[in-house]
């Protein structure tokens, strides 16, 4: 009788053992395939963005964008207020959205760091500008990538 009671309890701790290991590895497989999830969210939204980027070229970069006026300051070409000044300020909303939702949804250390650094670079001139009026409308870990890479006094201030 004793054996069989031993036996008997035996089996129920193994079996809340082996509860608690698949319960253990369920939980790891769910917080993987919710991070594979975001990597992919992140993926889908900078691949739109390099879309944007290849058909219009002329947004793509500040560099780019300012050809086509004569000052090469961003504070001089504001001032004409004309529709490619408008849409070349769409354009890097949606960059600053993008990386935004990058950062919030993956590391923003590492490789997805570097990539939306340099983004963010391409367009310095004119978000040395803008940064500091719309700095307000992002989230925190989106106001640290942009005040890391965009140096203005406003940005380093509020800090």
């Not at 999830?37 to 900078?46: F, Q, T, V």
């Not at 090469?72 to 909303?93: G, Q």
Request: aromatic share 16%; glycine share 2%.
């Amino acid at each position: 009788m004793f054996y069989q009671i031993m036996t008997d309890q035996n089996t129920w701790i193994w079996a809340d053992r082996i509860f608690k290991l698949g319960f253990l590895i369920a939980l790891f497989v769910w917080w993987q395939n919710a991070k594979l999830s975001r990597e992919a969210a992140a993926l889908a939204a900078y691949r739109k963005y390099l879309q944007l980027s290849i058909a219009n070229p002329k947004l793509a970069t500040y560099s780019s964008f300012s050809k086509n006026f004569d000052s090469n300051r961003f504070v001089d070409i504001r001032k004409s207020r004309n529709e490619d000044v408008d849409r070349y300020e769409w354009f890097l909303s949606y960059l600053l959205n993008t990386c935004e939702e990058i950062v919030e949804n993956v590391s923003s250390k590492g490789e997805w760091h570097l990539a939306l650094t340099n983004q963010l670079n391409y367009h310095a001139p004119a978000l040395e500008i803008l940064w500091p009026k719309w700095r307000a409308t992002y989230g925190r870990k989106m106001k640290q990538l942009g005040d890391s890479v965009i140096k203005t006094p406003t940005a380093t201030s509020a800090q």
